[in-house]
């Protein structure tokens, strides 16, 4: 007999948990505020309502937003005595802390929180392979039983993720350096630019794109995210305050009239960039495999329909596997540089290659 | 008569500029302090030595560390009585006030930036299209001659730059924005990584990777160009500092345990978020095109050698023009998402596109 899996919340990751475990064969049930949104998902074959459904479920997944995601744990426990519960809320120490001030049975209760989302919002954007090849880490509660931590395991695992277990306030510290920070600081700079002039902005390459990216996030998803992990997220910005403030510290000191204001700035400046190099080679690899130094092969691609696939055809006929790839337009010109990152070792081969196949390789 | 270019310092800009204006018929000159240095560039086609040349240059380009930039130009200007000089350090304020000082001819000096670098240096590493395609701001001085001017664009256009012009204030307050900024950013955000354990850097996503991407930079480079811009950069950091201190106060009012103490907190949170979308949605475009909202069409694609090429052929094949492509690569798992930027006009044509091909194309 499949087990029964009801989820609590429609939204983006509901239902695409909804589909996925749907398509694995578990009999998925759904509840949302809004009957519009949990019809929608079941049109979208997330499952059946649990309206329509009698049998009690084996595990109820809290979808729900992150300012609610404790309330909606709460009650679940409360109403299916005899479910494992989860919630998929981004944050863990906050939902914790409010069930056990609630005195709930959290042995029944195990946090997890998969990493993965969209740029948009919505169950009209779910997809079945949201969470394929994502981390999902589990967050048992101090008592939850090791039954209801396996049971949330699994339907990870039907999900496609790659699972890993931590404690709450680890997940929440970690969270905050890795990816709660990273939005912080795309957001500052990304803000600096709101008044910069035009022929300023027309000077923007890579590097400023890169840093940028993700600063188009939706904020409301993100108030309830910082505020969520408030504490943890506001340490890892006071060193980053403390660093750039030592980085403002010894810019003013150089750029001082007076003699010697500047004795130890460099220092500073140049530890500021090695630091970063120490820390950005510690991110791991492609696959979750330890960093590996890549070389980057450069082409010069026309900017036409077309000329990025047969760059790349050529590219698979050399046999060398891309292992990443970076485009950067040029300005005002019609083509672009395709920088393709491979093993060291097929590097040459890979140039010679290209070359005889009447490309541009650069360097 | 082709006009002579004398190029002083030859590392990785100058022997490239070198090699780009042999190529298009100018007579160039090299000379370094280090003889290797100038006899490699010499060897990879970047022009003569300059010992072995009795003309006198009508134009010197001054490419050496930006640190002494402005010594070499002074001296250019003093030995080359006819010529006009240039030089192509980053950071534009430094070299002119050094210029005006000392007293130079600066109505035959015009300050240049071209906004082409490599993360490696050297003339080992030069290339004759390094230039093609980027922004080159010329920055005359307040008495550099109209003649002057013009030929300092000259060469700049003959390398393939795309040039526009603004003073030297206005230059470094630009760059200080667009450029500085997100270095010193991406660095202290990759510093807070080093003391990071690994089980919370494996869950690094795509995010932090963009934001820590220039983190690898070179130290002793940035050191000079920080440094060199020390009150521009020491600005907008400070605004930056300030931003962050806001939301640090808006999260330990969040955090903290008085009512009341987060009245207001959420408004800053959330303000930082929609600021970051501002400022971001106003970096110009492709090919440096207004900013358009492009629509990510996403496939997954399986990581063996010639799958992403065969997805860019069928791409091409649906006579779509791919703006941008972006590969988020699935952590333990043989395969990756193919999120490819397209018009929107073109989306849903190209999704449908692929999938009869047989690609697995999400939402």
């Not at 931590?149 to 339907?155: N, P, S």
Request: with cysteine; charged share 20%; aromatic share 2%.
């Amino acid at each position: 007999m499949s087990r029964r899996v009801q989820i609590r919340g429609t939204g983006l990751i509901g239902t695409s948990l909804g589909i996925a475990l749907t398509r694995k064969g578990y009999a998925v049930s759904l509840a949302d505020p809004s009957p519009t949104a949990e019809r929608l998902a079941r049109d979208l074959g997330a499952g059946q309502l649990a309206h329509d459904v009698t049998a009690p479920p084996d595990l109820v997944v809290v979808a729900a937003p992150p300012d609610v995601a404790a309330g909606v744990v709460a009650q679940a426990l409360t109403e299916c005595p005899h479910a494992v519960v989860t919630d998929v809320a981004s944050v863990k120490g906050a939902v914790l802390d409010a069930l056990l001030a609630d005195g709930a049975p959290i042995e029944r209760y195990v946090g997890s929180h998969p990493m993965a989302g969209r740029e948009r919002s919505g169950a009209a954007h779910a997809r079945g392979d949201l969470f394929e090849g994502r981390a999902w880490v589990i967050v048992p509660a101090p008592d939850s039983s090791s039954e209801a931590v396996a049971l949330v395991e699994e339907i990870a695992h039907a999900a496609g993720s790659v699972t890993s277990r931590m404690d709450a306030a680890d997940h929440d510290d970690a969270v905050a350096t890795i990816s709660h920070l990273p939005q912080v600081a795309a957001s500052v700079v990304a803000a600096q630019l709101r008044t910069l002039e035009d022929h300023a902005l027309a000077l923007a390459g890579q590097g400023v794109r890169d840093v940028t990216r993700i600063a188009a996030s939706d904020p409301r998803l993100w108030t309830q995210i910082l505020a969520g992990n408030a504490h943890s997220v506001s340490r890892v910005l006071q060193r980053v305050v403390a660093d750039l403030s030592d980085v403002v510290a010894a810019l003013e000191g150089l750029s001082a009239p007076e003699p010697g204001a500047d004795v130890g700035s460099l220092e500073v400046v140049s530890r500021t960039i090695t630091h970063g190099n120490t820390g950005h080679s510690r991110i791991p690899g492609k696959h979750g495999a330890a960093p590996t130094a890549y070389e980057s092969v450069t082409a010069l691609v026309p900017d036409t329909p077309g000329e990025l696939a047969r760059l790349l055809a050529d590219v698979g006929a050399a046999d060398v596997n891309l292992e990443d790839l970076r485009l950067d337009h040029g300005l005002g010109q019609p083509f672009g540089l395709a920088e393709i990152l491979v093993v060291p070792a097929a590097a040459e081969r890979l140039r010679d290659a290209l070359r005889v196949k009447g490309w541009r390789v650069l360097e």
